[in-house]
């Protein structure tokens, strides 16, 4: 068997999400002293602001208490306690950021939003203490990609710094039109800060729910090992029995992975020059002078003798490539097998606790939206906003909302493929148009029109964006095709999830652009 070697583990030091929340987090408290230093001379101020906090912390205590008591008693697994504490955590600190987000359009620039301003800044202190510190070390999200895990990057945590970035362009482009130009730079300033400060927390946040979390733990190192060389692999390793940890090697160091879950990199499946998993993207193919299997990519970086020829980098034998290409070697079709078996577990039948799983995400996208509308209907009695301004505000988050669940799960199809993790994005996003459409679409769907085109009328800005969709499914066919062709598999559900959305959502895109871009008037 070959020796492992493993890089040092001080060698590269990389900054992860977790540690630039923190450094956000530090950043936010000094604007908050100066917010507090200003304030000082006020009495009233003060004494409210310790007081909310003072109340927040005796919550939150309780909460930990409760927690801890439960833990004692439920015999809960360590590892789900840690994903329930940063879910908690995290959550609570993505709240933070959110709630001064949606009062500052109904409190302005108040001596109360400056109170809830400075406890909301400081709350994240708590949470952290409270449920973040203790796993802080330990835990690292999984990730489909396992070179982006070293700089803590996945496509989840960039899908919702995308959305809360697309959030603050739409809120901002209106800020003016319903608060007046007085009081739109106080809301602006709240807006653009909290997203920054606090959008890689809602990160955080949804990377651990949808892609769960594993402990990192130091394992000792075994003899013969070195460090500062490439690591090796045996290429045909018995594979070990899923009941029984098994060591991950990066140049982090020695891991252990969860129990329940088969360590690819283990059993052959794995690319042994760049360490990705192979896959339908990351092709095995086989280097026929030897009879070593490589990912495509790879093969194509080999260093070459003359145009048609690589050499390997284990054996140095050489092996000719059919025009020069590396995608005309043949298929390593045992291990692509090998791949299918052990993925059976991520393409199982959909279960009835998957359904009300699905049911229980729901509920904070309603109450999300609830306490939205609540909050907009006390900011129109307070303001007397005008029917108009009321009108296509609602109509923009309707219909954006609806647009955003139709796009959502066509950007996950190609992360998530066929998976549970996309079924219940599926149920979520189809499941959410409905509370849009009640909450606000109804009150104004048979009272208004695009300017400049009768209701009948389709305008220039609707045709335009219903081509850009139609556009897009006609490209993601041929890309699904494409794919079907090089690797032996069906695409169909990416073509068929493109094609439903679409058709399901992309007229309302469409209603949404022209009435942000064209503009609407009443009837009547």
């Known amino acids: 068997m070959g020796e492992i070697e493993i890089p040092d583990e001080n060698a590269h030091i990389f900054i992860t999400n977790k540690h630039f929340i923190c450094f956000l987090q530090v950043l936010n408290l000094i604007y908050t002293y100066n917010v507090i230093k200003s304030n000082f001379d006020d009495r009233g101020f003060i004494l409210k602001s310790v007081g909310a906090i003072i109340l927040v912390l005796t919550v939150l205590g309780a909460l930990k208490s409760i927690l801890i008591l439960m833990d004692k008693t439920s015999g809960m697994e360590k590892l789900q306690k840690c994903s329930r504490d940063l879910l908690i955590g995290f959550g609570g600190i993505a709240l933070c950021g959110v709630i001064p987000q949606l009062c500052v359009w109904w409190l302005r620039e108040s ?25 802080y070390t330990i835990y690292r999200v999984k990730s489909h ?11 989840v945590r960039f899908a919702i710094v995308l959305i809360h970035l697309f959030s603050l362009v739409l809120f901002c482009s209106f800020a003016k039109k319903v608060v007046g130009e007085k009081d739109s730079s106080a809301v602006v300033g709240i807006l653009i800060k909290n997203t ?16 769960g979390i594993y402990f990192k733990t130091e394992v000792k190192k075994p003899a013969g090992v070195k460090k500062n060389t490439p690591s090796l692999r045996p290429s045909n390793p018995r594979p070990r029995p899923s ?61 070459r003798e003359g145009f048609q020829c690589v050499l390997c980098p284990f054996c140095r034998k050489l092996t000719k490539l059919p025009d020069g290409l590396p995608s005309k070697l043949p298929k390593n079709y045992a291990v692509l097998d090998m791949i299918q078996e052990i993925g059976i577990s991520e393409t199982r039948q959909i279960t009835a606790d998957d359904i009300r799983r699905a049911a229980y995400y729901l509920i904070p996208v309603t109450i999300f939206l609830g306490i939205l509308k609540l909050l907009l209907l006390c900011v129109d009695k307070r303001q007397d906003t005008e029917n108009l301004i009321k009108c296509k505000r609602d109509l923009l988050i309707g219909y954006g909302g609806i647009a955003v669940c139709g796009v959502v799960p066509q950007i996950l199809v190609w992360i998530y493929r066929k998976s549970l993790t996309l079924y219940l994005t599926q149920v979520i996003c189809t499941l959410s148009p409905i509370v849009l459409f009640f909450l606000f679409l109804i009150p104004h769907f048979s009272t208004y029109h695009v300017k400049n085109q009768s209701p009948e009328a389709c305008s220039h800005t609707r045709l335009l964006v219903v081509s850009i969709h139609f556009a ?15 690797e032996g598999q069906k ?18 895109t469409a209603e949404f652009f022209a009435i942000w871009k064209d503009g609407i008037i009443e009837e009547g």
């Open 196 to 211: 920054l400060v606090f959008a890689p927390a809602s990160a955080e946040l949804f990377a651990i729910l949808l892609e």
């Open 243 to 303: 009941s029984q940890p098994i060591p991950y090697y990066s140049k982090w160091g020695v891991y252990q992975a969860a129990p329940i879950q088969q360590d690819l990199h283990l059993t052959g499946s794995t690319c042994q020059i760049c360490s990705s998993g192979f896959s339908a993207t990351v092709i095995p193919r086989i280097l026929v002078g030897c009879g070593h299997t490589v990912c495509q990519a790879c093969i194509q970086k080999l260093p």
């Open 491 to 508: 695409y169909n559900y990416i073509v068929g999830i493109s094609l439903m959305y679409t058709l399901a959502c992309g007229f309302t």
């Open 472 to 486: 897009y499914l006609i490209g993601a066919s041929i890309i699904a095709d494409q794919f079907a062709r090089e």
């Open 111 to 135: 001596m109360n939003m400056q109170i809830l301003h400075v406890v909301c800044n400081l709350t994240p202190i708590l949470f952290h203490l409270l449920f973040i510190r203790q796993h």
């Open 145 to 155: 990609n396992k070179n982006s895990e070293d700089f803590g990057f996945s496509k």
